[in-house]
């Protein structure tokens, strides 16, 4: 058996008028069309999760949404708060409490707790995890408890909006 662990990182954000709370943050419209050609994209290679966790902050919220429109996600994203820059200890927390008949899974959050994320669970270094830029890890495993950094799974896919395919 195998599960599927995709990381996104919320799409490019505006940084709002003096007094608007980082949490409250909206996309920009670049943000904005990466988010929905992503989740093209990602129709089109065929990753598509069963589950969809984001934080809460209105700028992971947006990307979340976009991509699973361009998905045709059917499902009810979840939003959580405890994502809203969360610590790789956080989102793997996430991840382990997702019930076992999910194959694929789908973490959007912030850095930089994405990217120490990403370093943790594969045999890749990212120095930086790209607004709206995505990583996709296969785990051989039967649970997603049994997911630890001790046993890195393997990269599936990777892409962000400036990457030259």
Excluded at 22 to 28: E, F
Excluded at 37 to 48: A, V, Y
Excluded at 79 to 102: F, G, M, Q, V, W
């Amino acid at each position: 058996m195998s599960k599927r662990l995709s990381i996104l990182r919320h799409a490019k954000s505006d940084w709002g008028a003096s007094g608007t709370h980082d949490h409250d943050r909206t996309l920009t419209q670049r943000g904005s069309d990466n988010a929905a050609k992503l989740g093209l994209l990602m129709q089109e290679q065929r990753i598509l999760p069963d589950q969809i966790i984001s934080s809460d902050a209105t700028r992971a919220a947006e990307t979340a949404t976009l991509v699973g429109k361009g998905l045709n996600y059917a499902g009810k994203i979840e939003l959580s708060s405890k994502l809203y820059l969360a610590s790789p200890e956080t989102l793997l927390n996430a991840t382990t409490a997702c019930h076992e008949s999910i194959k694929h899974l789908m973490l959007v959050a912030h850095n930089p707790g994405m990217t120490e994320f990403v370093n943790q669970l594969s045999k890749i270094t990212l120095d930086n995890l790209p607004t709206c830029g995505i990583f996709c890890i296969d785990f051989e495993i039967a649970a997603w408890s049994k997911i630890s950094s001790t046993l890195p799974g393997q990269v599936h896919w990777y892409h962000y909006p400036k990457l030259k395919r």
